[in-house]
C-alpha cells in the first residue's frame, strides 16, 4: 500500500469514529428518553413498585454510550492527526471488533478483523504513526 492509500485509509477511519460517534448519541438520548418513557408508563401499572428502575437503567446505558461518543471524537481526531494512542486505541476496538464471532457477527468480526490488520500489521499504515508493525513470523 503506497502512502496516500493509507493516509486516505486513516482519514476514512477518523470520519468513521466520528460518525460513530454522532449516531452514539443518537442512540444514548433515545435510550434515555424511552426508558423514562417506559418508566413512566409503568408506575401506572405496578403501583407502589414504580417504573424508576426502567429508567435508570436507561439513563446508565445512555450516559454509557455518551462517555463512548466522546471517546470516539477523541480517537478520530487522534487519527487524523496520526497520533499512537490513537493507533492503539483503534486497535483494540478492532480486537473487540473480532471478538463479535462470538455473538454470530460475522460482518463485525470481519470489519475488525481488517482494523487489526490495517493498524497492527500494514506496515505502511503503521509507519504514519511512527510505529513498528507487528511481527507475523
Given amino acids: 500500500m503506497d502512502k496516500n ?4 485509509v486513516v482519514k476514512i477511519y477518523a470520519v468513521l469514529a466520528w460518525v460513530g460517534a454522532f449516531f452514539s448519541v443518537i ?14 408508563m409503568m408506575s ?7 417504573g424508576g428502575w426502567l429508567a435508570g ?15 470516539e471524537v477523541f480517537v478520530g481526531l487522534g487519527l487524523w492527526r496520526k497520533q499512537e494512542w490513537a493507533r492503539i486505541v483503534t486497535l483494540v476496538f478492532g480486537a473487540l471488533g473480532v471478538l463479535s464471532i462470538l455473538g454470530l457477527n ?6 475488525g478483523a481488517v482494523t487489526v ?6 506496515p505502511t499504515v503503521t509507519g504514519l504513526f511512527g510505529a513498528k ?3 507475523t513470523k
Fill in 133 to 135: 508493525p507487528f511481527k
Fill in 44 to 50: 401506572g401499572y405496578y403501583g407502589m413498585m414504580g
Fill in 117 to 122: 490488520w490495517l493498524f497492527g500489521f500494514e
Fill in 27 to 40: 442512540g444514548a438520548l433515545a435510550l434515555m428518553g424511552l426508558g423514562a418513557l417506559g418508566g413512566g
Fill in 57 to 71: 437503567i436507561g439513563v446508565f446505558f445512555g450516559v454509557f454510550m455518551i462517555a463512548l461518543a466522546v471517546l
Fill in 5 to 8: 492509500t493509507a493516509e486516505t
Fill in 106 to 111: 460475522i460482518i463485525g468480526a470481519a470489519i
